[in-house]
C-alpha cells in the first residue's frame, strides 16, 4: 500500500524537477517555432554547458561566474552553428531534413571529439546547495528547489524578451511569416541566430546547473535531449505553453511511476503517453490551448 506522504513527496520531486525539464525543452520548441530546426544537437549543447561551468569554476574558483559564463559561451555557439551551418541550407526544398542532419552530425562530432580530447572520465560538480529541509513530512533539497527557480526565472526572462521587447516582436513576426517580416524590414537570418543563440543559452544553462545531478562526460546530453523531445511532441512542436505544460505533467507522472517501477521502466510509460497523445492530437496539447 502506497501511503499519500509518499505521493506527495514524487509530486512534489516531479514539480521541480519539471522546472528544469522545462528550460531544456523549451529552447527545443523555441527553435522549431521560430527556425524550422529539430536540433539534434541540443543535447551536445546541454553538455557544452556542463564542461564550461565545470572549467570555468576550476579557473575562476567562482560559481557566479561559471553559470554565466556557461550561458554565454553556448549563447555564442549556438549563434554560430545557426550562421554558419544551418543558414546555408536555407531554401532547400527538403530543409527540415537536411537541418536535421546537419545538427545530429555536429552533435557526433562533438561528443566523439570531447571523447578523444577529454577522455569518457565523468566529472563531478560541486553542489550548489547542501541543505535539506522537511516541510510538513515531505523532503525538499535546497539545491532543487534553487536549480527551480533559476529555471523559472530565466524562462521568464526570455518570454519578458519575446513578448515586451521590439527584438521579440521580430522574433514573433518571423515565426508566424518570415516574408512578411522581410517586407517589414526585419531581417529574419539574424532573428534565427538569436533565437538559435537563446534555445542554446537555455540548454547550456540547464546543463551547468543539473551537472551535480548528472556528472559531466561526452554522451551526458542524450537523456536530457531525449526526455526534452518526449515533452515537446506532447507539448506540440513550435508551442512553448504545450511544451511547459507538458514538462510538469510528464515530469510528475514519472516521478509517481517510479513508486512502482524502475526509472528505465518509466521512460517507456513517458514513450507510450507520447504515442497515445500523437495519435489523439498531432499537434500535441499546445494545439488545444492554443486553439
Given at each position: 500500500?502506497?501511503s499519500g506522504?509518499?505521493?506527495a513527496q514524487q509530486?512534489?520531486?516531479?514539480l521541480?524537477?519539471?522546472?528544469?525539464?522545462a528550460l531544456?525543452?523549451?529552447g527545443l520548441?523555441?527553435?522549431w517555432?521560430v527556425?524550422?530546426v529539430l536540433?539534434?544537437?541540443?543535447?551536445a549543447?546541454f553538455?557544452?554547458?556542463?564542461?564550461?561551468?565545470?572549467f570555468?569554476?576550476?579557473?575562476?574558483?567562482?560559481?557566479v561566474v561559471?553559470?554565466?559564463?556557461?550561458?554565454v559561451?553556448?549563447f555564442?555557439?549556438?549563434?554560430?552553428?545557426e550562421?554558419v551551418f544551418?543558414?546555408p541550407l536555407?531554401?532547400r526544398?527538403?530543409?527540415d531534413?537536411a537541418s536535421?542532419?546537419?545538427?545530429?552530425?555536429?552533435?557526433?562530432?562533438?561528443?566523439?571529439?570531447?571523447l578523444?580530447?577529454?577522455?569518457?572520465q565523468r566529472?563531478t560538480f560541486?553542489?550548489?546547495?547542501?541543505a535539506v529541509?522537511?516541510?510538513?513530512?515531505?523532503?525538499?533539497s535546497?539545491?532543487?528547489?534553487?536549480?527551480?527557480?533559476?529555471s523559472?526565472?530565466?524562462?521568464?526572462?526570455l518570454?519578458?524578451v519575446i513578448?515586451?521587447?521590439?527584438?521579440g516582436?521580430?522574433v514573433r513576426?518571423?515565426?508566424q511569416?518570415?516574408d512578411?517580416?522581410l517586407l517589414m524590414?526585419?531581417?529574419?537570418?539574424?532573428?534565427?541566430?538569436?533565437?538559435?543563440?537563446?534555445?542554446?543559452?537555455?540548454a547550456?544553462?540547464?546543463g551547468?546547473?543539473l551537472a551535480p545531478?548528472?556528472?559531466?562526460?561526452?554522451?551526458v546530453?542524450?537523456?536530457?535531449?531525449l526526455?526534452?523531445?518526449?515533452?515537446?511532441?506532447?507539448?506540440?512542436?513550435g508551442?512553448?505553453?504545450g511544451?511547459?505544460?507538458?514538462?510538469?505533467a510528464?515530469?510528475?507522472?514519472?516521478?509517481?511511476t517510479t513508486i512502482?517501477?524502475a526509472s528505465?521502466t518509466a521512460?517507456v510509460v513517458?514513450f507510450?503517453i507520447m504515442?497515445?497523445?500523437?495519435v489523439?492530437a498531432?499537434?500535441g496539447?499546445?494545439g488545444?490551448l492554443e486553439a
Amino acid at each position: 500500500m502506497v501511503s499519500g506522504s509518499l505521493v506527495a513527496q514524487q509530486v512534489v520531486n516531479g514539480l521541480l524537477f519539471g522546472g528544469q525539464l522545462a528550460l531544456i525543452a523549451v529552447g527545443l520548441t523555441l527553435i522549431w517555432g521560430v527556425a524550422r530546426v529539430l536540433n539534434f544537437a541540443h543535447g551536445a549543447l546541454f553538455m557544452i554547458g556542463g564542461y564550461v561551468g565545470f572549467f570555468g569554476l576550476q579557473w575562476t574558483g567562482n560559481l557566479v561566474v561559471a553559470i554565466v559564463l556557461a550561458t554565454v559561451v553556448v549563447f555564442v555557439v549556438g549563434w554560430l552553428i545557426e550562421s554558419v551551418f544551418v543558414e546555408p541550407l536555407r531554401g532547400r526544398e527538403e530543409f527540415d531534413i537536411a537541418s536535421m542532419v546537419i545538427t545530429l552530425g555536429l552533435a557526433i562530432f562533438v561528443e566523439n571529439t570531447l571523447l578523444v580530447g577529454l577522455g569518457s572520465q565523468r566529472r563531478t560538480f560541486p553542489q550548489l546547495l547542501d541543505a535539506v529541509w522537511n516541510v510538513g513530512g515531505i523532503t525538499i533539497s535546497a539545491q532543487r528547489l534553487l536549480i527551480f527557480l533559476i529555471s523559472v526565472t530565466a524562462l521568464g526572462a526570455l518570454f519578458a524578451v519575446i513578448f515586451y521587447t521590439k527584438l521579440g516582436l521580430a522574433v514573433r513576426a518571423v515565426s508566424q511569416d518570415s516574408d512578411t517580416a522581410l517586407l517589414m524590414g526585419v531581417r529574419p537570418e539574424r532573428v534565427y541566430a538569436f533565437t538559435f543563440g537563446g534555445s542554446a543559452a537555455l540548454a547550456g544553462l540547464a546543463g551547468v546547473l543539473l551537472a551535480p545531478l548528472y556528472t559531466i562526460y561526452p554522451s551526458v546530453g542524450w537523456s536530457p535531449f531525449l526526455l526534452a523531445f518526449i515533452v515537446v511532441m506532447v507539448g506540440g512542436l513550435g508551442s512553448v505553453r504545450g511544451t511547459l505544460v507538458a514538462a510538469l505533467a510528464l515530469a510528475v507522472i514519472r516521478s509517481i511511476t517510479t513508486i512502482w517501477v524502475a526509472s528505465e521502466t518509466a521512460m517507456v510509460v513517458l514513450f507510450v503517453i507520447m504515442v497515445a497523445v500523437l495519435v489523439v492530437a498531432p499537434d500535441g496539447i499546445g494545439g488545444w490551448l492554443e486553439a
